[in-house]
């Protein structure tokens, strides 16, 4: 997949001129689905929540750039349908849009779901990551960023990237998000991390990182 790891949507021109270049085509050209399933394990999750995501509600931009087609893909629906019936959903869209709230439950219903196994076979899908959206795809998220706890427990993700995630850094309703608390975070892997305020994305293409930003970032080397 190409991969676009966003802390909080398609915030400025930069990370959108990145979106359109994934994409390879225009934003109204594009077949989008959203994946709302990550903000019904966080503690401040709710059906409202989910609902300002899809209906571009919400200030983290991402269903409401104009696409050409927009879909609901609702991970915990789809074992009760079977893959003969959602994987060509998915085969058939250009983008998928993922949004934030816990990452280890969004991680649990991917490989639940049958999503995580289907990823690899999208060279040219993409997908665009909203905070737990984007960390879920790092090999782990960090025991600051642990909610709900998965059955095997641990904090361990799908691994897809080489390195981890801290989003919303500064962001004035986190008080915890401070860089001392990135650099303190980034201490305890074993991995390298980023840390992203709301202004920046990480752009993953071919395992070619590159980091899109109109705000301020940090990459941490264990």
């Known amino acids: 997949m190409k991969l676009?790891?966003?802390?909080?949507?398609?915030?400025?021109?930069?990370?959108?001129?990145?979106?359109?270049?994934?994409?390879?085509?225009?934003?109204?050209?594009?077949?989008a689905l959203c994946i709302p399933t990550a903000g019904y394990g966080h503690p401040m999750g709710s059906p409202g929540g989910a609902w300002r995501f899809i209906t571009g509600q919400a200030s983290t931009p991402m269903c409401e750039l104009g696409?050409?087609?927009?879909?609901v893909?609702?991970?915990?629906?789809?074992?009760?349908?079977?893959?003969?019936?959602?994987?060509?959903?998915?085969?058939?869209?250009?983008?998928?849009?993922?949004?934030?709230g816990d990452a280890l439950y969004l991680c649990h219903w991917m490989q639940r779901s049958g999503l995580a196994d289907l990823l690899p076979e999208l060279p040219e899908t993409v997908w665009v990551g909203l905070s737990a959206g984007s960390m879920v795809m790092a090999p782990r998220i960090g025991e600051d960023f642990v909610g709900w706890?998965?059955?095997?427990?641990?904090?361990?993700?799908?691994?897809?990237?080489?390195?981890?995630?801290?989003?919303?850094?500064?962001?004035?309703?986190?008080?915890?998000?401070?860089?001392?608390?990135?650099?303190?975070?980034a201490a305890g892997m074993d991995v390298p991390?980023?840390?992203?305020d709301d202004q920046t994305a990480i752009q993953v293409v071919d395992d070619v990182v590159e980091v899109v930003s109109e705000g301020h970032w940090k990459r941490f080397v264990p």
Do not use: Q
Not at 74 to 93: F, H, K, M, Q
Not at 151 to 175: C, E, K, N, Y
Not at 193 to 196: E, T
């Open 193 to 196: 991390a980023y840390a992203i």
């Open 4 to 31: 676009l790891l966003t802390s909080a949507g398609i915030k400025n021109d930069s990370i959108r001129h990145a979106l359109v270049d994934l994409l390879g085509k225009p934003i109204v050209e594009a077949n």
């Open 149 to 185: 706890k998965p059955p095997t427990g641990g904090d361990r993700t799908l691994g897809l990237v080489d390195f981890a995630i801290f989003p919303h850094l500064d962001h004035p309703s986190l008080p915890e998000n401070t860089m001392a608390d990135a650099e303190r975070w």
């Open 73 to 100: 893909l609702e991970l915990t629906a789809l074992p009760s349908i079977g893959a003969d019936r959602w994987i060509p959903w998915v085969r058939e869209a250009d983008v998928l849009l993922v949004n934030g």
């Open 67 to 71: 696409w050409k087609s927009l879909g």
